[in-house]
């Protein structure tokens, strides 16, 4: 039976191995990245997938062969009496520790590029999140929030591209979480503290925003939409959003108009 | 340190007979028996292990065919729906499956069941230190079991706010409808399995600590039993800190103070009260504990597959000494990582990058007892038995859950796949893949010992190929979802675009899922028929060395009919010279014989 279970057992890597190389062709991978920095996550992503794709593979595979070749109904050699091996121990000490610690640092700058070195400029748009809401508030033509002028809309987040985004994210309620899977960004929203989040969209489209912490039984359909557009169209977007929005009302109050369209 | 055990206890000459009858209820429900009081523990914890699956299918049924009836038991549950889950009642699967897997099955199998159980007869004590504290930890987690039954009964429902517990949707009662009364019971439920956890600890410490037979020094206990002390210290050190964090939670929710709400809430309408609190202060209480826990829900399996590895490959266990170094490594650093669990949190970034080193680091101790695992069984004469193949698929699956590990482990990568099914992946096969699998061939393996009657090998060959196709078939797909983004914890992921494609690979899983879960009928009917008509064990149906085979199967009150005297480690499998290919803990050495050196 021992080569039997050995054949069991090699399944694992083979079929491991297999299904990440089959997944990336029937598209049941990463979604498209259109964001500036999302390279440095996907390549991260490749990176360690790469390493540990062969830290896997070897094991296993020295598993395998040791249920085939050392199955006590037909291996007649002796028994390898020993304790273990301080050398060997040694070896595979410092060999995973060496690449561990590279990977650790290998991976720091990325982290401060994304989520440490906010830019130095005015937020584009604050984004309060709710159950089961993004409400979204424009600076108005004074270009500052939590004026007078502040536009307000929900759910669809329009952001001009190629150009930085800053974002203050806050939660009204409860705990929620930003998620852009194509803009490969994810900050969690905590009431009572405001969180800037910043990125830079690269390509024209529309998208899923998705609300990635758990955050009540609606939390499934805490759907927003991320409309990325160029300059003149998302000015265009925005003098109407103003327009509509200073016909409707004189002194609009948030929690009233920001659901109409 | 050895002689305290002849002091200790009374009845060291051991009579089974020569004890005053305790009487059905003394012998059978409230047992000093640390023997029973494991089987207890084993047999509460799997009758929630059924518990806990079947909530879980219900997850996966909602994952593969969303608002659909569930065949034959959905008009049963619910009836009001239509027959269908309703997403008030999927996030309460997501709540209560974790809970109960986690706090009803993981931990107290593990250390209530085999710790009970194995402690004193591998150590060589007659009982446990403390016998009615170890009672108690075992009634304790009654009330536990009946507020979590409870909650689901309450209005509003059970807690729905994730296994995690994270404020402020749990200490504000109108949050949610598992807010209202459900969350407090599940707090109050969690603080009796602390109580429960902490007075098994403190046992087990004490035991391990003083009552070693004579010759029992440190670096000759098993791995089973060094990895039970390990966890025990971890209980002891991190436990108080999710004690508090529990209270801090139920003073919240009823007595208006506002530890983790902050100033100024108006959730559904309703002021959340004075304020002035902080919700990434739970995480941090929380965590603190509950990574550690992590180590608490994984050690002990390790312990256990070690001594199953070693037995069946007839071979001494390769690199004893590190294999401790490393269980006490990740013990160590598994204090100071719990801030993975937070990249996304709101934490400062800065704390992200310390956190994501200490992790980065965790993974050296994992990785030296996978290769000290293949050390041992390379050169062997390996016997395929039931609870080997169990043992060699937890080092298998353990190297997935290890590596995947890794991926959230560094920060920017974690940005995609946090809180996707990447991690349900990754903690799926370290305490599914893994755990449970070591739990599996821990029955096989200490059935004999426990009731004295061996289970059927084939039958359990057959459930453990099934088991191990199908937990991949569930599991493995899940990485790839987590690579597409799938989040966690969504009653309905199709009706979004980024989603809606990964809808067919679900319901193949779902499909592997419900034949893992029908798979576990072998399991228990190999253990109930092998209960009453399994072959008659002996005393050392494996030719193993640790001290439990000494014992009588099973063992009377009192485990020995001598006094155990040790005189070597328990992993001295092929000793040259020797006519048999084992040289048990307890065997005196011959006339003349030297000493096994000292191994590292």
Same mark, same amino acid.
């Not at chain 2, 956890?197 to 403190?202: E, K, L, P, Q």
């Not at chain 2, 791995?223 to 209270?247: E, G, R, S």
């Given at each position: 039976?021992?080569?039997?279970?050995?054949?069991?057992?090699?399944?694992?890597?083979?079929?491991?191995?297999?299904?990440?190389?089959?997944?990336?062709?029937?598209?049941?991978?990463?979604?498209?990245?259109?964001?500036?920095?999302?390279?440095?996550?996907?390549?991260?992503?490749?990176?360690?997938?790469?390493?540990?794709?062969?830290?896997?593979?070897?094991?296993?595979?020295?598993?395998?062969?040791?249920?085939?070749?050392?199955?006590?109904?037909?291996?007649?050699?002796?028994?390898?009496?020993?304790?273990?091996?301080?050398?060997?121990?040694?070896?595979?000490?410092?060999?995973?520790?060496?690449?561990?610690?590279?990977?650790?640092?290998?991976?720091?700058?990325?982290?401060?590029?994304?989520?440490?070195?906010?830019?130095?400029?005015?937020?584009?748009?604050?984004?309060?999140?709710?159950?089961?809401?993004?409400?979204?508030?424009?600076?108005?033509?004074?270009?500052?929030?939590?004026?007078?002028?502040?536009?307000?809309? $929900?759910?669809?987040?329009?952001?001009?591209?190629?150009?930085?985004?800053?974002?203050?994210?806050?939660?009204?309620?409860?705990?929620?979480?930003?998620?852009?899977?194509?803009?490969?960004?994810?900050?969690?929203?905590?009431?009572?503290?405001?969180?800037?989040?910043?990125?830079?969209?690269?390509?024209?489209?529309?998208?899923?925003?998705?609300?990635?912490?758990?955050?009540?039984?609606?939390?499934?359909?805490?759907?927003?939409?991320?409309?990325?557009?160029?300059?003149?169209?998302?000015?265009?977007?925005?003098?109407?959003?103003?327009?509509?929005?200073?016909?409707?009302?004189?002194?609009?109050?948030?929690?009233?108009?920001?659901?109409?369209? | 340190?050895?002689? =305290?055990?002849?002091?200790?206890?009374?009845?060291?000459?051991?009579?089974?007979?020569?004890?005053?009858?305790?009487?059905?209820?003394?012998?059978?429900?409230?047992?000093?028996?640390?023997?029973?009081? +494991?089987?207890?523990?084993?047999?509460?914890?799997?009758?929630?292990?059924?518990?806990?699956?079947?909530?879980?299918?219900?997850?996966?049924?909602?994952?593969?065919?969303?608002?659909?009836?569930?065949?034959?038991?959905?008009?049963?549950?619910?009836?009001?729906?239509?027959?269908?889950?309703?997403?008030?009642?999927?996030?309460?699967?997501?709540?209560?499956?974790?809970?109960?897997?986690?706090?009803?099955?993981?931990?107290?199998?593990? !250390?209530?069941?085999?710790?009970?159980?194995?402690?004193?007869?591998?150590?060589?004590?007659?009982?446990? !230190?403390?016998?009615?504290?170890?009672?108690?930890?075992?009634?304790?987690?009654?009330?536990?079991?009946?507020?979590?039954?409870?909650?689901?009964?309450?209005?509003?429902?059970?807690?729905?706010?994730?296994?995690?517990?994270?404020?402020?949707?749990?200490?504000?009662?109108?949050?949610?409808?598992?807010?209202?009364?459900?969350?407090?019971?599940?707090?109050?439920?969690?603080?009796?399995?602390?109580?429960?956890?902490?007075?098994?600890?403190?046992?087990?410490?004490?035991?391990?600590?003083?009552?070693?037979?004579?010759?029992?020094?440190?670096?000759?206990?098993?791995?089973?039993?060094?990895?039970?002390?390990?966890? !025990? $210290?971890?209980?002891?050190?991190?436990?108080?800190?999710?004690?508090?964090?529990?209270?801090?939670?139920?003073?919240?929710?009823?007595?208006?103070?506002?530890?983790? $709400?902050?100033?100024?809430?108006?959730?559904?309408?309703?002021?959340? +009260?004075?304020?002035?609190?902080?919700?990434?202060?739970?995480?941090?209480?929380?965590?603190?504990?509950?990574?550690?826990?992590?180590?608490?829900?994984?050690?002990?399996?390790?312990?256990?597959?070690?001594?199953?590895?070693?037995?069946?490959?007839?071979?001494?266990?390769?690199?004893?000494?590190?294999?401790?170094?490393?269980?006490?490594?990740?013990?160590?650093?598994?204090?100071?990582?719990? +801030?993975?669990?937070?990249?996304?949190?709101?934490?400062?970034?800065? =704390?992200?990058?310390?956190?994501?080193?200490?992790?980065?680091?965790?993974?050296?101790?994992?990785?030296?007892?996978?290769?000290?695992?293949?050390?041992?069984?390379?050169?062997?004469?390996?016997?395929?038995?039931?609870?080997?193949?169990?043992?060699?698929?937890?080092?298998?699956?353990?190297?997935?859950?290890?590596?995947?590990?890794?991926?959230? !482990?560094?920060?920017?990568?974690?940005?995609?796949?946090?809180?996707?099914?990447?991690?349900?992946?990754?903690?799926?096969?370290?305490?599914?893949?893994?755990?449970?699998?070591?739990?599996?061939?821990?029955?096989?393996?200490?059935?004999?010992?426990?009731?004295?009657?061996?289970?059927?090998?084939?039958?359990?060959?057959?459930?453990?190929?099934?088991?191990?196709?199908?937990?991949?078939?569930?599991?493995?797909?899940?990485?790839?979802?987590?690579?597409?983004?799938?989040?966690?914890?969504?009653?309905?992921?199709?009706?979004?675009?980024?989603?809606?494609?990964?809808?067919?690979?679900?319901?193949?899983?779902?499909?592997?899922?419900?034949?893992?879960?029908?798979?576990?009928?072998?399991?228990?009917?190999?253990?109930?028929?092998?209960?009453?008509?399994?072959?008659?064990?002996?005393?050392?149906?494996?030719?193993?060395?640790?001290?439990?085979?000494?014992?009588?199967?099973?063992?009377?009150?009192?485990?020995?009919?001598?006094?155990?005297?040790?005189?070597?480690?328990?992993?001295?499998?092929?000793?040259?010279?020797?006519?048999?290919?084992?040289?048990?803990?307890?065997?005196?050495?011959?006339?003349?014989?030297?000493?096994?050196?000292?191994?590292?």
């Amino acid at each position: 039976m021992g080569k039997f279970w050995g054949v069991l057992f090699l399944t694992v890597p083979v079929l491991g191995v297999g299904l990440f190389a089959w997944a990336p062709f029937a598209n049941h991978w990463l979604p498209e990245d259109v964001s500036s920095h999302g390279h440095e996550i996907d390549h991260l992503f490749y990176f360690i997938l790469g390493l540990t794709g062969v830290v896997f593979v070897i094991p296993e595979m020295a598993l395998f062969w040791f249920i085939w070749r050392y199955d006590g109904a037909t291996n007649t050699s002796p028994v390898k009496f020993t304790h273990g091996s301080h050398n060997l121990e040694i070896v595979w000490t410092i060999l995973p520790a060496a690449t561990l610690l590279f990977i650790a640092i290998y991976q720091m700058n990325a982290w401060t590029d994304i989520k440490m070195n906010k830019p130095d400029m005015a937020y584009t748009v604050e984004v309060t999140a709710r159950q089961f809401e993004w409400r979204l508030r424009y600076p108005g033509p004074d270009g500052a929030l939590g004026t007078q002028d502040d536009l307000y809309h $929900v759910n669809e987040l329009h952001v001009p591209v190629d150009e930085m985004v800053l974002v203050k994210l806050d939660s009204a309620d409860v705990l929620h979480d930003f998620f852009l899977p194509h803009m490969r960004i994810k900050q969690d929203a905590v009431p009572g503290t405001s969180i800037p989040v910043w990125f830079k969209p690269k390509k024209i489209g529309e998208h899923d925003l998705v609300c990635a912490e758990l955050c009540g039984w609606g939390h499934y359909k805490m759907k927003g939409r991320i409309i990325i557009e160029s300059r003149e169209d998302y000015d265009k977007w925005l003098a109407g959003l103003q327009q509509r929005q200073n016909t409707t009302s004189d002194a609009p109050a948030a929690d009233e108009t920001a659901g109409n369209e | 340190m050895s002689t =305290l055990v002849a002091g200790s206890h009374a009845h060291d000459d051991a009579h089974p007979g020569g004890h005053a009858q305790p009487g059905f209820f003394g012998t059978y429900v409230f047992s000093l028996d640390h023997k029973v009081i +494991g089987i207890q523990f084993l047999f509460s914890t799997l009758l929630w292990l059924v518990v806990g699956g079947l909530l879980a299918l219900g997850v996966r049924w909602q994952l593969a065919w969303p608002w659909t009836e569930m065949p034959i038991i959905g008009k049963m549950l619910f009836a009001g729906e239509g027959g269908q889950i309703s997403p008030e009642f999927y996030t309460m699967l997501v709540t209560c499956t974790p809970s109960v897997m986690i706090f009803f099955v993981i931990i107290p199998i593990l !250390a209530g069941a085999f710790g009970n159980f194995l402690i004193p007869l591998m150590v060589g004590a007659d009982d446990m !230190a403390f016998p009615t504290l170890n009672m108690l930890s075992y009634w304790f987690m009654w009330p536990a079991f009946i507020l979590m039954i409870c909650s689901f009964f309450v209005e509003g429902g059970a807690a729905a706010a994730g296994w995690t517990g994270y404020p402020t949707l749990t200490a504000v009662k109108t949050a949610s409808p598992g807010s209202m009364n459900g969350q407090t019971l599940w707090l109050f439920a969690l603080i009796f399995v602390g109580i429960s956890s902490m007075m098994g600890s403190v046992n087990y410490m004490t035991t391990i600590i003083q009552m070693r037979a004579p010759g029992m020094t440190m670096f000759r206990l098993p791995m089973t039993i060094w990895a039970m002390f390990i966890t !025990a $210290v971890l209980q002891a050190f991190a436990l108080p800190v999710l004690t508090a964090a529990l209270f801090m939670q139920v003073l919240d929710r009823l007595i208006g103070t506002s530890f983790f $709400v902050p100033e100024g809430l108006i959730v559904n309408g309703v002021s959340a +009260g004075a304020g002035g609190g902080q919700p990434l202060l739970w995480q941090h209480l929380f965590w603190f504990y509950s990574h550690p826990a992590v180590y608490i829900m994984i050690l002990p399996a390790m312990g256990m597959v070690s001594d199953i590895l070693t037995t069946f490959a007839r071979k001494p266990l390769f690199g004893y000494k590190p294999m401790v170094y490393s269980i006490s490594g990740i013990a160590g650093l598994g204090f100071i990582v719990w +801030g993975h669990h937070m990249f996304m949190s709101g934490m400062n970034p800065a =704390l992200g990058t310390t956190f994501m080193v200490s992790t980065m680091m965790i993974a050296l101790p994992s990785a030296i007892k996978v290769f000290n695992w293949l050390g041992t069984l390379w050169g062997g004469k390996l016997q395929f038995t039931t609870p080997m193949l169990f043992a060699m698929s937890f080092v298998s699956m353990f190297i997935i859950g290890g590596l995947s590990g890794i991926f959230m !482990a560094a920060t920017p990568v974690d940005i995609f796949i946090h809180d996707t099914y990447f991690i349900v992946a990754h903690f799926h096969y370290v305490l599914f893949a893994g755990t449970a699998m070591g739990v599996f061939g821990g029955i096989y393996y200490w059935f004999p010992k426990m009731f004295g009657r061996m289970m059927n090998d084939s039958v359990g060959k057959v459930h453990f190929f099934l088991t191990f196709i199908f937990l991949n078939g569930t599991f493995y797909p899940m990485h790839i979802l987590g690579v597409g983004g799938f989040p966690r914890r969504y009653a309905d992921p199709y009706h979004w675009e980024t989603f809606t494609h990964l809808q067919p690979m679900n319901q193949f899983m779902t499909i592997c899922a419900i034949s893992m879960g029908l798979s576990q009928i072998l399991l228990f009917a190999n253990m109930g028929y092998s209960l009453f008509f399994g072959p008659l064990a002996g005393r050392n149906p494996w030719n193993a060395n640790s001290l439990e085979w000494m014992a009588p199967s099973p063992p009377g009150h009192g485990n020995f009919d001598a006094q155990p005297i040790v005189y070597r480690g328990p992993y001295e499998y092929n000793t040259p010279g020797r006519d048999t290919d084992f040289y048990p803990q307890w065997e005196p050495p011959k006339p003349g014989e030297q000493p096994p050196p000292d191994h590292h």
